[in-house]
């Protein structure tokens, strides 16, 4: 099934700042909205936003998800050993009436 | 606590059938919606199947549509996923997600190998 599309990896300085990039179409992201994922190793996911730009509570400002067009984003700040992971966005598809994500970024913190 | 554990994965033979479990607690059931959603390392997340609170609206994803059956008892708080034919690729750990992917159990692996 078509997915979202995001870089296979990103790596980051301590303390940097990190976006993360999650591209879909008319169908999914740009129309329906974007959600975000981290995951650790051996981990389940973990919500970071839903809908574009909704924080869960007990999420950390320092993550930030915004969407532009057919692109959402996902901003983390002063990044810390513990970002690193996997992170994963995901979006209701309205054409092919299914749930899509991306195939997942993962992120070093060097 | 709020939480969703699954249970119910183990090793398949090709062809063969198992219901997955997850049970919830912590959180009045009856009112999310819920997911089942599989990952593999090469096909990562997959959405499988959505139950709304009241079971009346449910749907699939294409991979598993006709072979997977989705359900849940709210006066036991639990969902459940019926999976038939199985084959190899469906080779993943299964995960049960509220509504919004808000919360996540621990995931239950199912491998499918003769």
């Known amino acids: 099934q078509a997915g979202l599309t995001q870089p296979p990896s990103v790596s980051k300085g301590l303390r940097q700042t990190a976006t993360l990039t999650c591209t879909?179409?008319?169908n999914n992201v740009a129309n329906q909205g974007a959600g975000w994922l981290q995951q650790h190793q051996g981990r389940p996911p973990k919500?970071?936003?839903y809908r574009n730009t909704n924080r869960p509570s007990g999420i950390s400002e320092r993550f930030s998800a915004s969407r532009s067009g057919n692109t959402a984003s996902?901003?983390?700040?002063g990044l810390q050993p513990e970002d690193e992971a996997d992170y994963f966005c995901s979006a209701w598809d309205m054409r092919l009436s299914t749930w899509v994500f991306g195939g997942g970024t993962k992120l070093t913190v060097l | 606590e709020v939480q969703l554990v699954e249970s119910g994965g183990?090793?398949?033979q090709p062809g063969?059938?198992?219901?997955?479990?997850c049970a919830a607690s912590g959180f009045t059931f009856s009112s999310y919606a819920m997911k089942?959603?599989?990952q593999t390392p090469g096909r990562g997340l997959e959405w499988l199947a959505y139950i709304s609170g009241s079971s009346?609206?449910?749907n699939y994803g294409d991979s598993v549509?006709?072979?997977f059956t989705i359900s849940r008892d709210n006066a036991k708080n639990a969902l459940y996923l019926q999976m038939n034919s199985l084959t190899d690729e469906d080779t993943a750990v299964y995960y049960c997600a509220r509504d919004l992917f808000d919360l996540w159990g621990q995931g239950t692996l199912v491998t499918v190998s003769s």
């Open chain 2, 10 to 12: 183990g090793l398949l």
């Open chain 2, 56 to 58: 009346n609206i449910i």
């Open chain 1, 74 to 77: 996902l901003t983390i700040t």
């Open chain 2, 16 to 21: 063969g059938s198992v219901r997955l479990a």
């Open chain 2, 36 to 38: 089942w959603v599989r």
């Open chain 1, 47 to 49: 919500l970071l936003s």
């Open chain 2, 65 to 67: 549509k006709g072979r």
């Open chain 1, 24 to 26: 879909g179409d008319s």
